[in-house]
């Protein structure tokens, strides 16, 4: 079975930084061999893609709303992705998911996507 464990998340002013965490576990999973991505989903809205990154960490794929502000990264040292948020908006106000995929280099849509974290809130406020 395996578990990912977002945190981080908060309350932040526009303009401001958050960095989010997901710690990945698992007795038989290896998070060096799977690519890993962030979604975020706000109230009535379909579940985005925010980031993801392949297994060695070299290749990373973003949205254009995010390009620029959010940097996604990883240790498989310590099984786990961040996602460093800067200059941050109040539309980027969500739920944010991490999720790993087994198959892929840097998918980018959930359905590539086979294991997903319990989500942290993000709430940006103007």
């Known amino acids: 079975q395996v578990q990912l464990v977002e945190s981080g998340g908060g309350l932040v002013q526009a303009g401001g930084s958050l960095r989010l965490s997901c710690a990945a576990s698992g007795r038989t999973f290896r998070f060096s061999s799977v690519a890993m991505g962030w979604f975020r989903q706000a109230p009535g809205k379909e579940r985005e893609f925010v980031a993801s990154?392949?297994?060695?960490?070299?290749?990373?794929r973003y949205p254009d709303s995010v390009k620029g502000r959010f940097t996604i990264s990883r240790d498989n040292a310590k099984d786990t992705v961040y996602l460093q948020m800067n200059s941050l908006k109040p539309d980027d106000t969500a739920v944010y998911y991490c999720?790993?995929?087994?198959?892929?280099?840097?998918?980018?849509?959930?359905?590539?996507?086979?294991?997903w974290g319990q989500g942290t809130q993000v709430t940006v406020s103007s």
């Open positions: 990154i392949s297994w060695g960490g070299f290749t990373t």
């Open positions: 999720a790993a995929a087994r198959g892929g280099i840097v998918p980018d849509v959930p359905n590539a996507y086979d294991y």
